[in-house]
């Protein structure tokens, strides 16, 4: 028989253990951050048929699409959570109650090319507040604190949610006379932390655009301020456009509820240069940063759209959502030392028996179990100094030792590995100690 090498697709996450116990700590905290909020869960398929997946794919994204072929269906993985959550919203449509609010966590695939820290198949944990018709602006202002409140939780150090309104930027497009060109010139600023301000400006003027109105663009996304002088000089401007200013007057109510949201100024900001390169983004964007890691881009990420379903039905389904790229952030937050995956296992106590009859350790296990400690029970025939290995390089804080005596007298002792103290006990003592 011949040996198959195992080996990993590039841009494929495989970790050890430990670090798979802290990926996992990170992706329950998110989870229990939005469950606070009120958002439901759903779980939408891995594999969709391509057709229904692809409606409103295109470009760069139909070329990163993992397509296949199962009898006479043509198939596609996933790329994203939010053509899935569009199907799921239009099937169910009836069944669901609305605004709905929804999170879901779930792997995705995109056939990129692998690279350090980019991923083909990746979590994203996402939420979207979903209207029937319309969409109170109220829900965009929430949006930010479950941001607040999920990387407060996370503790991976000062962070901004910086925000925007894609209506000031097309109105300012608008008002230049620039609408033809606004998707382009909208990517180009998303791009500005990445590519500089110089390289901004040579990209505008590729696209044929006038000096004089290059330099009206530049000026106004480098307006500087406060929240609130930010918001009276986009006030003063006086641009005549009715999308301009509808997106102003969003942009202040938004403000004023971030704040009683209960979100510190210190934490959110507008920021005119957020544009979110997609184009079905229609309002509200944001986008996270790390104060101290510029450098790893936005953490968490989203935006208002006005239709989210328009490819399956002809209702108007008003969202608003984020989404955490969990997996390109785990890598990158471990590699700058943010965070350390140190606990090698999840067990609270593990039970060694002393004797071959392992009825009453099974019993002793079994009791701690229910009473909510993770417990292990160790029943290979090692060594005693083996065993006590085991349970020292697992890092497991408490040894439950099983003889004949702890079964004759109806009780355990209990080592503690730290302190390397032990004593005979009660089952029920034990358990108020280690729970």
């Keep these: 028989m011949s040996i198959v090498t195992p ?44 057709e229904v997946l692809l409606a409103k794919a295109g470009g760069e994204t139909e070329k990163q699409i993992y397509k296949f072929n199962k009898g006479d269906k043509e198939l596609a993985l996933r790329f994203d959570l939010t053509v899935p959550l569009a199907k799921y919203v239009t099937e169910n449509y009836n069944n669901l109650t609305f605004p709905f609010r929804r999170y879901q966590i779930g792997k995705v695939y995109r056939g990129e090319r692998a690279q350090k820290g980019r991923y083909r198949e990746f979590y994203q944990c996402d939420i979207d507040i979903i209207g029937d018709g319309e969409l109170s602006n109220i829900n965009d202002a929430e949006i930010p604190s479950v941001i607040y409140n999920t990387f407060k939780e996370l503790n991976f150090g000062k962070f901004t949610i910086c925000i925007n309104n894609r209506k000031i930027l097309n109105g300012l497009f608008e008002y230049l006379q620039l609408t033809d060109k606004s998707s382009d010139i909208l990517r180009i600023i998303d791009k500005i932390e990445k590519i500089g301000r110089n390289n901004v400006i040579a990209e505008m003027k590729d696209i044929a655009i006038d000096e004089n109105k290059i330099n009206k663009i530049m000026e106004f996304i480098a307006i500087e301020g406060t929240t609130e002088e930010k918001l009276q000089k986009l006030n ?51 986008e996270t940063f790390l104060d101290e890691y510029k450098e790893l881009g936005s953490i968490c990420s989203g935006g208002r759209y006005d239709d989210l379903a328009g490819y399956y039905t002809t209702k108007k389904l008003p969202g608003v959502g984020i989404s955490i790229g969990l997996t390109r952030l785990f890598y990158q937050l471990n590699e700058n030392k943010i965070i350390e995956a140190s606990k090698k296992s999840i067990a609270d106590a593990i039970i060694i028996s002393m004797i071959d009859d392992y009825s009453y350790a099974a019993n002793v296990a079994t009791e701690f179990r229910k009473a909510g400690i993770n417990t292990q029970l160790y029943t290979e025939n090692k060594k005693i100094k083996a065993k006590f290995k085991y349970a020292d390089k697992l890092e497991i804080p408490y040894v439950i030792i099983i003889g004949e005596d702890e079964i004759s007298n109806n009780t355990i002792t209990l080592k503690d590995m730290k302190k390397g103290e032990q004593r005979e006990i009660k089952i029920e003592e034990a358990i108020k100690i280690i729970y």
């Excluded at 495989?14 to 958002?39: A, D, H, M």
């Excluded at 009715?242 to 109510?253: M, P």
């Excluded at 009683?260 to 944001?286: N, P, Q, S």
């Design 7 to 50: 080996r990993t697709l590039p841009g494929f996450m495989q970790l050890l253990p430990k670090e798979q116990i802290l990926f996992n700590e990170i992706k329950e905290k998110i989870q229990k951050s939005y469950e606070r909020f009120g958002f439901l869960p759903i779980d939408t398929p891995v594999i969709e048929l391509s």
């Design 236 to 286: 003063n401007l006086n641009i005549i456009s009715e999308k301009f200013q509808e997106g102003l007057k969003d942009l202040t109510e938004v403000v004023k509820y971030i704040k009683a949201f209960g979100v510190l100024e210190d934490y959110f900001k507008i920021d005119l240069t957020i544009a979110r390169g997609l184009d079905y983004y229609t309002g509200t964007v944001y």
